[in-house]
């Protein structure tokens, strides 16, 4: 279909009927990125165009590096589902959702070619350039799903993004013996890494108790930034990872 698309990236414009509008004042200041979770991009088209699934997103990015626009910017697409960031939780009405075609944990994870990064990249360049979006509001769907997600997933490199000015990221802390917190325990120590986490945006309770809320948050923050070991527990490596990450936002 010829139309005139949102982005200034080569995209061709395959509307879904599954949107609606943002509420009145509300402006994009996020970016989440997804991966499709589906055998192939001609299915998760079709259900990203389908109004008995109810799910939608703005773009699609293929394997082979071409986008597909399905819901206007100005509208509110469905990707989000039940999320929290930063104290909010209805991320649809803020945000832009990216679909990145890859068959995800489920069905035969595996690499993200290089023609669909390099359009990734050009494509949330463009998204975060027109609508000032902060690097540290360029998120995965597990960031802001923990208990639910785990897209885009580790193999996803995020450090390719940011070397191009994409998105917030630190190199890992090495690995290294240490500082350790797993699940059932409890303790200042366990208070003090969950309010770094809900600090830089995580949905944890800042309880002094290990629960599941807390290790997902930890699982997600170690699928984003600390992909090497993904475990849910908490290590000197993943303590120092998030402490650089919040030393580099900005002090309020």
């Known amino acids: 279909m010829s139309a005139a698309t949102d982005t200034g990236v080569k995209a061709r414009i395959h509307p879904s009927p ?21 055998k192939d991009g001609e299915a998760a088209l079709r259900r990203l165009c389908d109004p008995r699934a109810e799910v939608s997103a703005h773009y699609l990015v293929h394997e082979d590096g071409s986008v ?3 819901v206007p910017e100005a ?13 909010e939780r209805d991320i649809n009405s803020i945000s832009i959702g990216v679909e990145i075609v890859n068959p995800g ?3 035969g994870y595996r690499e993200f070619p290089d023609l669909q990064i390099e359009a990734v990249m050009s494509l949330c360049a463009d998204i975060c350039q027109r609508h000032a979006i902060s690097p540290w509001m360029v998120l995965a769907h597990s960031d802001i799903a923990p208990a639910r997600k785990e897209d885009p997933g580790e193999k996803f490199p995020w450090d390719r993004l940011a070397e191009n ?6 190199e890992p802390a090495a690995e290294s013996a240490g500082l350790f917190m797993q699940f ?10 969950q309010s770094m986490l809900a600090i830089y945006g995580y949905d944890v309770d800042i309880s002094g108790e290990f629960d599941d809320k807390t290790r997902d948050a930890v699982t997600a923050f170690q ?22 990450l919040l030393s580099g936002l900005p002090r309020l």
């Open 184 to 193: 059932g325990e409890t303790g200042q120590p366990v208070e003090a890494v």
């Open 223 to 244: 699928r984003h930034f600390r992909a090497g070991k993904v475990d849910g527990v908490v290590d000197q490596s993943t303590v120092e990872t998030l402490h650089k």
């Open 105 to 107: 944990h489920e069905w």
């Open 75 to 87: 509208r509110r697409a469905w990707h989000a589902g039940q999320s929290f960031w930063k104290g």
């Open 165 to 170: 000015g994409i998105g917030h990221y630190v």
């Open 68 to 70: 597909l626009q399905c």
């Open 18 to 38: 599954n949107h609606g509008e943002r509420p009145e004042g509300a402006s994009v200041n996020m970016l989440i990125l997804h991966y499709t979770g589906m």
